[in-house]
C-alpha cells in the first residue's frame, strides 16, 4: 500500500512540474513567444540604428564649417517648398497621384 501511495505521490510531483516546464509563466510556451518578441524587437532596434545612422550624417551635413551646400539645397526644396526664380513648378492634383 505504502509503494502504490508513494508513486502516486511521485506522479504527480512529476506531472506538477511537467505542466510548469511547459505551460507555466516561465516555461516553453512563453519561451517561445519571448523569442519572437524578442526578434521582433531585434527588427525595430535595428531601423532605430539606421534611422540614427542617417540623423548623424545629417547633423555632421549641417555642422557649421563644414556645411555642404547641396544638401541645404535639397532640404530648402524638400521641407519649405524653395524654388528659383526662373523654375516652372507644377502642380499635380490628388487624383493624378493615386492613378
Known amino acids: 500500500m505504502v509503494s502504490r501511495l508513494e508513486a502516486l ?3 504527480l510531483l512529476v506531472l506538477y ?3 510548469h ?3 507555466g509563466e516561465k516555461g516553453l510556451g512563453r519561451w517561445s513567444d519571448a523569442q519572437l518578441e524578442l526578434e ?3 527588427a525595430v532596434l535595428d531601423q532605430l540604428e539606421a534611422d540614427i545612422s542617417r540623423l548623424r550624417t545629417d547633423i555632421r551635413r549641417l555642422t557649421p564649417g563644414s556645411v555642404d551646400p ?3 539645397e535639397a532640404l530648402a526644396r524638400d521641407k519649405l517648398a524653395f524654388v528659383y526664380q ?3 513648378v507644377l502642380m499635380a492634383s490628388d487624383r493624378s497621384i493615386a492613378n
Open 9 to 11: 505521490g511521485l506522479s
Open 17 to 19: 512540474f511537467a505542466y
Open 21 to 23: 516546464a511547459f505551460a
Open 40 to 42: 521582433d524587437r531585434k
Open 70 to 72: 547641396d544638401f541645404v
Open 86 to 88: 526662373n523654375e516652372i
